[in-house]
């Protein structure tokens, strides 16, 4: 299967606003009721959604593969995932607020990167793996993982998650990680050679330091995103896409 996306320009995505399709409730009435005009929905509305969920998060096939749609099926049968599924579905009957912030976040991250164009954004339910899943001009949020801090499958000792991370897995980090693993996607951590772990902590420090002006708040105050923003105020001359192609900033 293939597909060709066309973006809007930044004009149009503007004027558009920015928000969510639903993809997350196409599936989850197919994986809760196996009902088969939603699957035939998945695969011919959004097949990049499908193959990229399919092939590469859940990793239990290809697309094209006979049995593939049964296979999808039964791996969401599980106990747990039905019940991710059905709380997602409920926590996110309503993403309004989340496109009202998205659209004014990727308005003023066009002010500091002007030729930045929003990707095509999706909301879909994995099975507690990646947060957000970015490539081909799109970029999809896994709900499962917003679902928050006290979710009683995220205390369990089995899933391993820290206290800070499920801090962040809350519906407030929704658009700060849509807005960073985007950047990275844009702005990738350097790859000459061995890199320090304090040149990678310098690279999200700057990505987190254009997400914080992006969505006009402090969502990020690490030592190295203060150390961003010292240099900025102090190299004004210095546009926010040098800043980022930059390994000197000190």
């Keep these: 299967m293939g597909c060709e996306w066309k973006l809007k320009t930044s004009d149009e995505a503007a004027e558009e606003g920015v928000f969510i399709e639903r993809y997350d409730r196409i599936e989850s ?31 239990i096939g290809r697309v094209n593969e006979p049995e593939i749609n049964v296979k999808f099926l039964n791996f969401y049968q599980d106990s747990t995932l039905q019940t991710i599924i059905s709380d997602a579905e409920q926590q996110y009957a309503d993403m309004d607020d989340i496109n009202i912030q ?16 929003a990707p095509q954004i999706y909301a879909q339910i994995g099975s507690l793996d990646q947060s957000v899943v970015v490539g081909n001009g799109m970029l999809g949020i896994s709900l499962d993982k917003y679902l928050g801090a006290d979710y009683p499958l995220y205390l369990r000792e089995d899933y391993g998650y820290t206290e800070e991370q499920r801090r962040m897995m809350t ?10 693993f985007y950047l990275l996607s844009l702005y990738p951590m350097p790859n000459d050679g061995e890199i320090r772990q304090t040149e990678r902590d310098m690279h999200m420090g700057k990505i987190q330091w254009v997400v914080n002006r992006s969505m006009n708040q402090n969502v990020f105050n690490s030592p190295y995103v203060r150390m961003v923003n010292r240099f900025m105020q102090s190299h004004k001359d210095i ?4 800043m980022l192609k930059r390994q000197d900033i000190r």
């Design 171 to 180: 519906r407030k980090y929704i658009v700060p990680d849509c807005l960073g």
């Design 102 to 117: 998205l659209t004014e976040s990727f308005n003023r991250l066009r002010s500091l990167l002007p030729n930045v164009v």
């Design 29 to 59: 009435l197919y994986l809760t009721t196996g009902d088969f005009s939603a699957l035939q929905q998945m695969n011919t509305g959004y097949p990049q959604q499908t193959r990229t969920l399919i092939e590469d998060m859940l990793k």
């Design 239 to 242: 546009t926010v896409d040098e």
